[in-house]
Structures are given as structure tokens and as C-alpha cells.
């Protein structure tokens, strides 16, 4: 009986609040439009930069001679270490 009461009552406020409900369904709609185009253009895009770095050719090693090894936070220096 009081699931009836409760579905009469909510059908009653959808037939007379007619702009509420409309303005609830636009905002849903366009909430989960929202995520669809997100995750749409996120996907679009790691697919784009997964080809790109694919044709670099990411399985080419360069070895250049004479590299000297750059001095940083850890006092690398000439010295080419870390001591």
C-alpha cells in the first residue's frame, strides 16, 4: 500500500512540475553526453599518440661517442660518477 502511495505521489509531482522535470532530464542527458565525449576524446587521443611514438622507431638505440656524463644533484662533475 505505501508503494503505491509513493508512485502516485511521484507521478502527481512529474505531471504537474513539467518544467522541473524537463530541466532534470536536459541535465542528465547532458551530463552523460559529457562523460561519453570525455572518455571518447581521451581515447582518441592516446591512440593518436600511441601511433605517433610508434613510428619513431622506438626500437633504434643511438650511441654517440664522446658523451660526458652531466653533473647534477647527486655531484656527478668530470669525475663521471657519483662520489
Same mark, same amino acid.
Request: hydrophobic residues 50%.
Given at each position: 500500500? &505505501? /508503494?503505491?502511495? @509513493?508512485?502516485?505521489?511521484? /507521478? !502527481?509531482?512529474?505531471?504537474? @512540475?513539467?518544467?522541473? @522535470?524537463?530541466?532534470?532530464?536536459? =541535465? ?8 561519453? #565525449?570525455?572518455? @571518447?576524446?581521451? $581515447?582518441? #587521443?592516446?591512440? !593518436?599518440?600511441?601511433? &605517433?611514438?610508434? =613510428?619513431?622507431?622506438? $626500437? ?5 661517442? =664522446?658523451?660526458? &656524463? ?8 668530470? &669525475? =663521471?660518477?657519483?662520489?
Amino acid at each position: 500500500m &505505501r /508503494i503505491q502511495k @509513493s508512485l502516485k505521489l511521484a /507521478i !502527481n509531482i512529474l505531471i504537474h @512540475s513539467k518544467l522541473r @522535470s524537463w530541466l532534470t532530464i536536459i =541535465g542528465i542527458i547532458i551530463g552523460v553526453a559529457a562523460i561519453v #565525449a570525455i572518455i @571518447s576524446i581521451g $581515447d582518441g #587521443a592516446q591512440a !593518436n599518440l600511441q601511433a &605517433r611514438l610508434g =613510428g619513431l622507431g622506438a $626500437d633504434l638505440v643511438t650511441v654517440t661517442p =664522446g658523451f660526458q &656524463r652531466a653533473g647534477g644533484a647527486f655531484g656527478g662533475g668530470g &669525475r =663521471g660518477g657519483f662520489g
